[in-house]
């Protein structure tokens, strides 16, 4: 189960309306300031999310959480069913652990998509994180009007971002995502952004590839809290 669950963020004013016509540059450069700008989050070093999730197509639901800390270190708890799934990376090692596979270390490309997944400044290093840039002309996404930008990955691939023609915001993240059995094609709705500590994140993600579909809604998220190293290292097999 792959989660994103970043960041994204506010001004202190209203954005200015984009060109009809922007350039990437532009778009990159408005949607971080309609996070809250590259000042509000280098205020923030921790995050901590707690939510639920839902799969229809399986009637199932159940809890989230999700722990932060910059500069890369990301740990995720689903609950479903009294059955934990756990997904972490400290800074180097990705990791995995579920009831039906047990515990395993990632590798090749699904670590390298783990590790960009797990900047803390996300938003802050989309210049640093992709080779390079271009746009691919408009699509509506849920009745909003959005840019394309596609974003060229270092080995290889292309993701492809949504963002909001009116506000600024991240819409939809496209990308491919490795896993132990094969390539599938991730799609990710990010809606209900609101105001947290200064930047603006979403609170509600739905997301899907072939294979499942799910939502997740965000209760409340808090702000540089301590969180120890070892809670994101790979646990001792059993």
Known sequence: MCLMLGGMTLAQSSPAAAPASPTVDQ?????????????AWEKLHSRTTLGRIEIPSENLSGTVMVHEKAPNRTLLVVILSGAAFRQGY????????????GLREQSGAELAE???DAD???????????????????????EHKCYIVEGAIPNGGVDKMYFDAESGLLRRFESQRHTEDGVSN???????????????????????????????HVDQMQHN??????????????
Do not use: C
Not at 187 to 216: A, C, M, N, W
């Open 27 to 39: 778009i990159l450069d408005r949607y971080l300031t309609v996070l809250g700008g590259r000042a």
């Open 90 to 101: 400290d800074g180097k090692v990705g990791w995995m652990d579920d009831p039906q596979n």
């Open 114 to 116: 783990t590790a960009r």
């Open 120 to 142: 803390f400044y996300h938003p802050l290093d989309l210049k640093k994180l992709y080779t390079k840039f271009s746009t691919d002309g408009t699509a509506e996404i849920n």
């Open 186 to 216: 991730m799609k990710e709705d990010l809606d209900d952004y609101r105001d947290v500590d200064g930047v603006k994140l979403p609170f509600e993600i739905h997301q899907s590839d072939e294979k499942s579909s799910f939502t997740i």
């Open 225 to 238: 809290v301590d969180l120890d190293d070892s809670e994101f290292s790979k646990p001792a097999a059993q």
